[in-house]
Structure formats: C-alpha cells, structure tokens
C-alpha cells in the first residue's frame, strides 16, 4: 500500500507526467487523424511541422492557463471546461500561423478537422481518467489530507462546512479546537470539539493531522501569536484563515512585500505575467481586427459624415485604468449637441439626439468600432468593464459600494457584464449594481480563457442587443 501523502510530495512528479500526457495525446490525434485520411506514409514535412507547433502551443498555453496547478477541490466539469478553451487556443494560433504565412492550402481540411476532435478528446479523456485514480486513491487514504481547525464559531463552522460539501477533494476535518467552554466534548457540523487551542499539538498527535487551520477572527491576534508559539516545535502545515470575509474582496491574495507578508484586499490581478499576456491579447488581436475592418470603418465614417453635419468621430473622457482620465472614440451616432459638463444624460428608447443612421450603428454596436485604435494605444482592453462617464461615476460612486473598484483594470470594449445582457440604459440603481456585479465577477475571475470566452460569447451575441438604442 502506499503511504498517505505520497502524491502530495510527489506533486512536481505528477505535474510532469500530465505534460508528457498532454504531449502525447496532441501527437497520437494528430497521427490518428493522418492514418484515417491518407492511405500513405511517411508524413510530409509540412504535416511535421504542423504538428510541432501544436506541440509547442501545447505546452506554451497549457503551463501559463494553470492547469498543472492542483485541481483539488475543483469539479471535472471545471477542468474540461478549461482544457477544451485551451486547446481550441492552440487550434486558432496554428490557424492564425497558417494565414499569416499563406500556408493553409497545403493541409488538408479534413485532416485538420479529424486532428482537432481526436486530441481534444484524448485530452479529456486522460484528465478524466487521471480525476477517477486520483479521487480512488483519496478514497483510500492515499491521498488525504487531516485538518483539525482552530475556532468553531461561525467561521470555522462555514470552513468546515465547505470542506464537507466537497469530499472529493481529499480534505477531511478531523476535529475542532475551542476556547470555548461550552463546546468541549460536543460535536460541530459532525466534527468532535477536542479541547481548546491550547492542545493543539496533542489533538496533532493523537489525529495524525496534516494541517492545522486557524479559523480566527481578526481582533483574536494575540491568541493566534500564543497558538502558534505553542506549535513552534511541530512541523504540521499551519494556515490562517482570517475573518475578512464580510468585507468586499477583489483579488484578495497574500503576497511578500520586501520581506513583509501584506494581505491584499482589492488588487488588480494585471500583474507580472498576467499583465504581459492582456498586452499581447489586447494588441495582437486589435491589430488583426483593424486590419480586417479597415473597409467597414471607411463605410461607416462615410456614412456618419453624410448623414449629418459635424464629425465622424465622437471624443468623450472617461476614467481608465485605476481611475485615470482617457480620451475615449466612437462614431458619432447623435446629433452635434451641447450639454452642462456636470451632466451626461444617457441614451434613451427613441432618444430624439440620435439621428437615423446612428441608430442603426448604436443597434450592431458598430459606433464602438475605433475603440480598438484606443486598445492599440493601450488605453482599453478589448475585454473589460465598459467606461462610463465621468459625471455616472461621480454619481454612482457613493450609491454602490466597491463601485470605483471596476478600475482595477482597463476599461474594455465589450465585458462580462455586457454579454449577460447588462448593457444600455441603466435607468435605475439595480440596473447598475447588477452591471458593477457582473464587472467585478469578472475581474476576481480574471483568465486569459475568460476573455477567450467573452470575445466568443460577444460575436454571437454580444453586438445586436435589445437594450442597445
């Protein structure tokens, strides 16, 4: 048998067992697919050539998504949903190659088709089968962790409660650990108060525990100071779980700050390599729009121009990345008017300020067009919370708690909020609290497969809208 916690010291051994899988099932689907369609062999350079850069991709894509970080605690569902946004990554890379060096009549189609079903589906398939053995072995003890926590109030309760809730993850709460006298010898969510804090390290012993969480409120410091200097000597994994939780978070982490552990509460998450895989994102494909687009923006300026006198386009300032003024582009879809600086009134049904052909161009979504020259310039995203104006920020600010929050990254061109049908007029203030909901969902959850899913989503559905007038 093995011993318990054998996976867990061998987790860097696993991680590149799944990379060597990824590897293989890229290659076999692509071997397969070349078996099926040709009747010939060897395989041609190009077909080689092909199939090394989705290996390549492969490993480029699939190490920064995270999908080699422990999926404990994370349903199979979570992981397929992740590798198939991955893999059809890889497949628009090799596509984007092929038309960028005028290759792509060289494969054939059905080859490329029988290549991209074949592997997607050995790669579900392996993480399926990899989930079940591991989820077998935790079953056994083989892969389990023991966790006794410190505090049974409310907080520890929720914490234990959330780790019953999910039993595949391995995680089993093996006893509490309360000052209080009350609870002692008493059972919490099906869990056995041991004793007080103060027998940690033999409820440690006598439980052969893993870990020891402290589940404390924040004012109890002193008492976390006296826990962990009496644990001093033990070598059982300790980690606070602090009693913020009724707080507002975005990107909440803990992160080393010259030596100093500082626990982040509101953080943009577009940082380090996060911040450089947005910038090639955001200016790789803003590029090739701009380029595809080039005759639709030369129709639609002629068309702004000729249907009513004053400019194509229509300069406004809204707030960007961490709340700093930018200079915004659409095409003007209203009439040349003047307003009181301090006001900004929103687009209205049968508004009488948007002319004719602005209408048209406000229903497709087609007056966001030069955003992406503003994306280019780095200003934008093309995903992210959508700017608003100035004067609705100063408004809404003190109306919506964490509103100014949406500014923890650049403002976006369309944005998960926009394509879940929260865009338009927000005449009321639920309207735009459940528009800042589904803005702030999206930064905490920020991936570059988020985006991958949102560009998709808006292409399908996010342009022609009901509340788009």
């Keep these: 048998m093995l011993p318990r916690g054998l996976l867990k010291e061998y987790a860097s051994v696993l991680s590149f067992v799944a990379r060597v899988f990824d590897v293989l099932c890229v290659l076999l689907g692509a071997v397969l697919a070349y078996v099926w369609r040709f009747d010939h062999w060897p395989m041609p350079a190009n077909y080689q050539m092909a199939i090394l850069l989705g290996v390549l991709f492969t490993l480029m894509l699939f190490s920064v998504s995270g999908i080699y970080r422990s999926w ?75 966790i006794i926590i410190v505090g049974a109030g ?27 006298e009350s609870l002692r010898g008493h059972w919490v969510k099906g869990v056995e108060v041991l004793g007080g804090a103060g ?65 982040d509460l509101t953080a943009s998450p577009m ?13 790789g494909l803003a590029l090739l729009i701009l380029l595809l687009i080039s005759p639709l923006l030369c129709l639609v ?36 008017h003047c307003e009181d600086k301090a006001t900004v009134t929103q687009a209205r049904r049968c508004d009488y300020r ?22 280019l310039q780095g200003k934008m995203s093309i995903v992210g919370p959508r700017p608003h104006a100035m004067a609705h920020n100063e408004q809404y600010k003190d109306q919506i708690e964490a509103y100014m929050l949406r500014h923890k990254v650049k403002p976006g061109i369309t944005g998960w909020a ?3 049908g929260w865009r338009g007029e927000t005449d009321t203030l639920d309207k735009m609290k459940k528009r800042v909901e ?15 899913k949102i560009i998709v989503r808006t292409m399908f559905t996010g342009f022609a809208n009901k509340n788009a007038y």
């Design 72 to 146: 404990r605690g994370k349903s199979w569902l979570h992981q397929a949903q992740t590798v198939t946004l991955v893999w059809f990554s890889v497949v628009a890379l090799l596509i984007i190659v092929a038309f960028l060096t005028k290759t792509s009549t060289l494969f054939s189609r059905q080859w490329m088709m029988l290549w991209v079903i074949s592997a997607w589906s050995l790669l579900l398939l392996f993480r399926f089968s990899l989930t079940i053995i591991l989820r077998a072995m935790r079953k056994k003890g083989w892969n389990n962790k023991r």
């Design 154 to 180: 409310s907080l520890g309760q929720s914490v234990a409660q959330n780790i019953l809730d999910a039993d595949w993850t391995g995680l089993e709460v093996v006893g509490f650990l309360d000052d209080g």
């Design 199 to 263: 027998k940690a390290n033999l409820a440690i012993q006598q439980k052969a525990a893993d870990e020891v969480w402290l589940a404390l409120p924040l004012k109890a410091e002193d008492r976390v100071k006296e826990i962990l200097y009496d644990l001093r000597h033990s070598t059982t994994t300790i980690r606070f779980v602090p009693g913020i939780f009724g707080f507002r978070l975005l990107n909440h982490s803990v992160t080393d700050v010259a030596g100093i552990a500082v626990m």
């Design 271 to 283: 940082v380090g390599l996060n911040r450089a895989i947005k910038a090639v994102e955001d200016r």
């Design 301 to 336: 300026a002629l068309g702004v121009k000729f249907s009513s006198p004053g400019p194509v386009l229509f300069k406004q300032k809204r707030h960007g990345w961490d709340g700093k003024p930018i200079k915004i582009y659409k095409f003007r879809s209203m009439v040349v």
């Design 354 to 375: 948007i002319t004719k052909f602005g209408a048209f161009l406000r229903r497709t979504s087609l007056d966001e067009l030069p955003q992406f020259v503003n994306v």
């Design 418 to 420: 926009q394509v879940n």
């Design 438 to 452: 589904y803005d702030l969902y999206y930064i905490e959850n920020w991936s570059l497969w988020f985006d991958i």
